[in-house]
């Protein structure tokens, strides 16, 4: 009896519980996952973030400098030294406007004639729908002709216009119908100016036909075809076009009515001045674009996307020393940016005084010409060591390509990274899987085996 007792009191404290099927699979895999790829993804994210702020900070700098290139254009090339100002006394009589190649002069013109373009009129028929004859038309303009064919049904004047109108062989006129109290004309004019855009014309068949054709000879013109005739200096000048580009080197005029007017063509000084006013702007911005990328704060720790960066440091040394170098030329006129009134300032911008400049415009022009353009001039230096910075083999775009060429490594080693970390997953998953089922089986035994105790307890 109490050997008895002693056996169910065994089995009532030693229930076996060998196994479970309570085991969160997907769980584990995801925090092993998890902190298995945590120092990777810091890695792979700071590299990320580091190579999108430096190709960032590169396109900044880089653009920087072609804006300041851009705005040395003129004066690297020489054309704001070829800026005129015109001025005309009497714009109801001409208008003038100077080409680069053009040379300050003042003109006296007097204009007695403006061109003209050859105009006639028909004689009056009944309507523009009336029938006016058949034959043939010949007008022409010089060696230059077209024939058109009139015959029924389409000899009205309102056929005629068309026919003359849309010709592809048409010399130059153009028809329309004037109608008057009197009936409709049609009406032609040459489409040009001048007296060799005269035109006439001859008809043929039916003698209505006739009275469409014209003859300078024996006909008057409505308006004469005329050559502008003027004088410039006293010396006598004509054009067969009221706009004359070959009466004054680099000068076009354009006459509007007969009189007299004075052209005064002066080089504009002002335009040397908004050059430099642009060449000190688009510096003072680079400047500040070069301060921000390599500038370090050390309130919020911040530190620029190119500090320390020995490319950008070097180019903007180089930069600095160009626009504060003096030339080695004749001590004659001025010899540095200083001279003309650039200078630098605390912080490293420029500031413009446009006093200096104008002096020496007014003193030493040639001088100051070479000094800022052409080949050897500051801004023809800067146009070269830019380009050289910044063109497909330059510097600049190298460090871009690289760092472009770095982005594709960066999402190489993320691709690969994320192909070894679901091989991770895929063996742990099917390990923790197996763990789980094996647990489960387990699971059952103790089932069944804590049943027979439980029965032979009883017994």
């Known amino acids: 009896m109490n050997r008895r007792s002693q056996g169910e009191n065994l089995v009532a404290t030693n229930t076996i519980n060998l196994g479970s099927s309570s085991i969160d699979v997907s769980s584990i895999v995801t925090n092993l996952s998890?902190?298995?790829r945590a120092a990777t993804d810091k890695a792979l994210a700071v590299l990320t973030t580091t190579n999108k702020t430096q190709i960032s900070a590169v396109g900044n700098f880089t653009a920087s400098l072609t804006n300041l290139q851009t705005a040395i254009k003129s004066l690297a090339d020489g054309s704001v030294f070829k800026a005129h100002k015109t001025t005309v006394s009497e714009t109801t009589v001409l208008s003038a406007v100077a080409e680069p190649d053009a040379r300050s002069n003042t003109y006296t013109i007097v204009v007695d004639k403006l061109a003209a373009a050859q105009k006639t009129t028909s004689a009056a028929f009944p309507g523009s729908k009336e029938a006016v004859g058949t034959g043939a038309l010949t007008i022409a303009i010089g060696d230059k002709s077209m024939?058109?064919?009139i015959k029924p049904p389409a000899n009205t004047l309102e056929n005629i216009r068309d026919l003359i109108n849309k010709a592809p062989g048409n010399p130059g006129v153009t028809a329309s119908i004037v109608t008057g109290t009197d009936g409709a004309h049609l009406t032609l004019t040459s489409t040009s100016t001048g007296k060799q855009?005269?035109?006439?014309?001859?008809?043929?068949?039916d003698p209505a036909l006739t009275q469409l054709?014209?003859?300078?000879?024996?006909?008057s013109a409505t308006v004469v075809a005329q050559d502008a005739e003027f004088t410039i200096d006293n010396t006598k000048a004509s054009s067969p076009s009221n706009t004359v580009a070959s009466a004054i080197d680099g000068v076009t005029?354009?006459?509007?009515?007969?009189?007299?007017?004075?052209?005064?063509?002066?080089?504009d000084t002002s335009a040397v001045a908004a050059a430099l006013t642009s060449l000190v702007t688009a510096y003072?911005?680079?400047?500040?674009?070069?301060?921000?990328?390599?500038?370090?704060?050390p309130n919020n720790k911040q530190v620029g996307a190119l500090i320390g960066d020995a490319t950008v440091t070097s180019i903007k040394s180089q930069m600095t020393a160009l626009l504060g170098s003096q030339s080695t030329g004749s001590s004659k006129g001025p010899r540095s940016l200083s001279d003309l009134g650039i200078a630098f300032q605390l912080g490293g911008t420029l500031k413009f005084d446009n006093t200096k400049l104008?002096?020496?415009?007014?003193?030493?022009?040639?001088e100051t010409q070479e000094l800022l353009s052409g080949s050897q001039s500051v801004a023809g230096k800067l146009d070269k060591l830019i380009t050289g910075w910044t063109s497909s083999s330059g510097i600049l775009s190298q460090r871009s390509a690289n760092l472009n060429a770095r982005t594709k490594d960066i999402a190489k080693k993320t691709a690969d990274f994320e192909v070894t970390m679901k091989t991770?997953?895929?063996?742990?998953t099917k390990q923790y899987t197996a763990l789980d089922t094996m647990m489960t089986k387990l699971g059952s035994t103790s089932s069944y085996l804590q049943q027979q105790f439980d029965a032979l307890s009883k017994k």
């Open 34 to 36: 998890n902190n298995k």
């Open 424 to 428: 991770f997953s895929d063996r742990i």
């Open 253 to 267: 005029l354009t006459l509007t009515k007969a009189g007299t007017s004075t052209v005064v063509i002066q080089n």
């Open 284 to 297: 003072n911005q680079f400047v500040s674009q070069y301060q921000t990328l390599t500038k370090y704060d």
């Open 213 to 219: 054709a014209f003859d300078p000879a024996t006909d």
């Open 197 to 205: 855009n005269a035109f006439t014309v001859a008809a043929s068949g």
């Open 358 to 366: 104008t002096k020496a415009l007014a003193t030493s022009p040639a």
């Open 147 to 149: 024939i058109l064919d």
